[in-house]
């Protein structure tokens, strides 16, 4: 039946990718990569390599990381992914000082403003809280585990952020939704009122960012499979401004790369002054900029930057003061890659702040090797090797592999009507009796 | 937007539909057989509007909305709004004893089941055409209103909302397609108005049982006393005006309600 091979070929393919992630450090101490269940931390005051060690009775990763955040102060990293563990590192030392067990797989994280808490996301949609400390350890912590604070229904949460005032956690879905929820003083009793709704997206949302006027008022920023970035007045709910990003990338592609499915936003990244945000656009090989004016609540495209011919950004991240805008490229679990290290790509762009970079006439390149910080020391550490010409090949099949991976998770499936009714009709749930 | 006729004959069930029938005739409920339950879990296959000011209206109340198609967005503060909704309206009992009591409130039914919205939707056709200036008031819409309550109402919008009858799950792996739960619950919250009135019946009592300790622990709603409930007209019909209320009725069974007041979270 061309019903069964169809499922065949699903299953077969079951095998999920996870994209590298990059995050970097509020105040530019240092930068972490993920890349499967690897964590590869440089520490850009030292110049040094990290070596991370663990203090809190968890196992290490054991497979794909999916979600990495620094606090909004810097003080704390969390490292969450698809074997249901959550760790939590002070970035001081990077010594992991707490690992919580999920029931579920994690697909987000987040750390609340204060410090004080974690909240992960599942495949499920249900948000779950764990106060921060050492499980076990300390008086009063008697039992850690996380507690469900609150949920999207059945739906997959793709990304979620705290407001900068901390006031408010956003979460975003596969089901088009970005939910704003008021976290409360006490979040462990359940984040029960929601703010708002931020709806306009046509296909699943893969990422969300605040994004903040320097005296204050902040709003969101989301990107989603609809290649559009839009500009949100989260308090209210309200749409303020749309970009599509197809026509623009369009001009710059081959034809057949155009379809909708393909030029999905995989990660957005704003500048620290709102004025700018850089977009990562699946099968765009570079980084497309746009200008941000929170005053007008426009959101304007600016230009691209086009990389290297393969280099396709899977996650952005932003140092300040520096104004570097890291950008790194990988998969886990590539099937040809076994037992060779885990490859990813990085590329740093500098300015990455409003300036030189905005204005019309410049245009904008990334680091070569030799410039960025650090140089071979930090690309050696982050990418797990030097050698160019081995990479160009590995990322090809990555390039290939997450675009699969992306759509399978996050796309609905569109069955024809002949092929409902024939499911319907060949159902094996029926009681049978004898 | 609301899904044309195309789906009546799908299926394996009956082949005729209501569309042959003489305006003001009642559709006959043996044409619109269908499963007693369908899955919430499921990825959705029909049109759900992207946010509210998409839900249009004038499709729904043509009488509330003569300039047809834009209204709906214009003018918002006039426009009328959907004050009441039915989760999970089955054929629409309630919907039609309420419209009468509340001849100047719009009111929709939501329902998962094509066949069940098929009929409901005839059948208020067919109320409005021999009822002229009735029924022009309630209207149905086939969505999961699991999933997608927020793309309906905006917030803050409504003031009742009912749930009547709904699917017990039995198992535990199945509970959280329960249509009242602590999650669920934030939802309902956010689109009704502080003062707004939750209405939750069954004849499961374990999952009576669940309904009222949820909404009791949800700090969002709080429990109405005794008295008030006897004051209001929409209790009775909560067990009286339902296929499914009529049913427990016959065969003498218990119902189990739980009605619930909205209230605003400012003690802390």
């Known amino acids: 039946m061309e019903d069964t091979a169809v499922e065949e070929a699903e299953a077969s393919g079951a095998a999920e990718f996870a994209p590298a992630l990059v995050a970097a450090h509020p105040l530019g101490h240092s930068v972490a990569v993920a890349v499967g269940p690897e964590l590869r931390v440089f520490d850009l005051k030292a110049g040094s ?21 620094f606090s909004a102060n810097g003080v704390l990293f969390a490292s969450a992914g698809d074997d249901k563990l959550v760790k939590v590192w002070r970035t001081d030392s990077w010594c992991c000082i707490q690992t919580i067990t999920s029931e579920k ?53 793709t990304s979620m952020k705290f407001s900068p005032d901390g006031l408010f956690i956003a979460t975003a879905d596969r089901d088009f939704k970005i939910r704003v929820t008021l976290f409360p003083k006490k979040p462990l009793r359940g984040a029960h009122e929601i703010q708002s709704f931020c709806l306009g997206h046509t296909e699943f949302v893969s990422c969300i960012a605040f994004t903040c006027l320097s005296e204050g008022s902040s709003f969101l920023l989301s990107g989603g499979g609809d290649s559009t970035v839009r500009l949100w007045d989260y308090i209210n ?27 999905a936003i995989a990660d957005i990244c704003p500048t620290n002054d709102g004025s700018l945000v850089a977009v990562a656009i699946q099968s765009f090989n570079g980084v497309m900029l746009l200008a941000c004016d929170l005053v007008a609540k426009k959101l304007s495209f600016l230009k691209v930057i086009t990389m290297e011919k393969c280099y396709i950004p899977t996650s952005l991240a932003s140092s300040f003061p ?9 998969a886990s679990n590539m099937p040809n890659q076994a037992g060779s290290q885990l490859l990813t790509r990085l590329n740093i762009i500098p300015h990455f702040k409003n300036g030189i970079l905005a204005s019309s006439d410049h245009v904008p390149t990334v680091l070569v090797d030799s410039e960025v910080p650090h140089g071979e020391k930090l690309l050696l550490a ?33 069955y024809s009507e002949e092929r409902r009714e024939h499911r319907k009709r060949v159902r094996n749930d029926k009681k049978i009796k004898k | ?22 305006a003001g005739k009642l559709p006959r ?43 709906s967005r214009d003018g918002d503060a006039a426009a009328p709004r959907i004050r009441f909704a039915d989760v999970g309206c089955g054929f629409g009992g309630l919907l039609v004893g309420l419209s009468t009591l509340f001849p100047d409130t719009l009111m929709i039914g939501m329902e998962l089941r094509d066949k069940v919205t098929e009929y409901v939707k005839e059948r208020i056709l067919a109320l409005r055409a021999s009822n002229p200036g009735k029924y022009d008031n309630i209207s149905v819409v086939r969505t999961n209103s699991m999933k997608y309550i927020p793309n309906y109402f905006r917030r803050a919008q409504l003031s009742k909302m009912f749930f009547l009858f709904p699917d017990p799950h039995f198992k535990e792996k199945n509970h959280r397609r329960r249509v009242i739960s602590m999650q669920l619950l934030d939802e309902y919250a956010y689109v009704m108005e502080v003062g707004g009135i939750i209405y ?34 929409v209790v009775k019909l909560l067990s009286t005006a339902t296929e499914e209320g009529k049913k427990v009725a016959r065969n003498g069974g218990q119902t189990f309600q739980a009605i619930f007041r909205r209230i605003s979270l400012q003690k802390e």
């Open chain 1, 105 to 157: 797989r994690v697909s987000a994280v987040a750390i609340s403003n204060d410090g004080m808490h974690i909240t992960l996301a599942d495949k499920f949609g249900l948000i779950w809280l764990v106060t921060v400390g050492q499980s076990g350890g300390g008086l009063g912590s008697t039992d850690n585990k996380p507690v469900s604070i609150f949920g999207h229904y059945c739906s997959i949460i």
């Open chain 2, 1 to 22: 937007m609301t899904r044309g006729d195309g789906a009546n004959g799908g299926g394996g069930g009956g082949g005729g539909s209501g569309q042959h029938q003489g």
């Open chain 2, 200 to 233: 939750t019946i069954t004849d499961v009592e374990e999952l009576g049982e669940w309904m009222r300790s949820c909404l009791e622990k949800h700090p969002l709603f709080e429990v109405i006393p005794e008295e008030l409930l006897k004051a209001d007209p």
């Open chain 2, 29 to 71: 409920k043996r044409f619109y057989r269908a499963r007693a339950h369908s899955n919430p879990l499921s990825d959705s296959h029909f049109p759900i509007p992207i946010s509210p000011d998409e839900f249009d209206l004038s499709q729904h109340y043509p009488r509330y909305f003569p300039d047809g198609e834009g209204e």
């Open chain 1, 382 to 414: 982050l990418q797990g090797s030097l050698d160019i010409a081995k990479q160009e090949e590995v990322l090809a099949s990555v390039l290939a592999a997450l675009k699969v991976s992306m759509h399978k998770m996050l796309v609905k499936k569109h």
């Open chain 1, 322 to 330: 520096a104004g570097l805008l890291w950008t790194v490229m990988g």
């Open chain 1, 49 to 69: 390599v990290v070596s991370l060690s663990d203090d809190s009775g968890g196992g290490s990763h054991s497979d794909a990381i999916r979600a990495i955040s």
């Open chain 1, 237 to 263: 709910g309200c749409l303020l401004d749309t970009c599509q990003v197809r026509d623009k990338v369009g001009e710059l592609l081959e034809p057949n790369e155009t379809e909708d499915s393909n030029l």
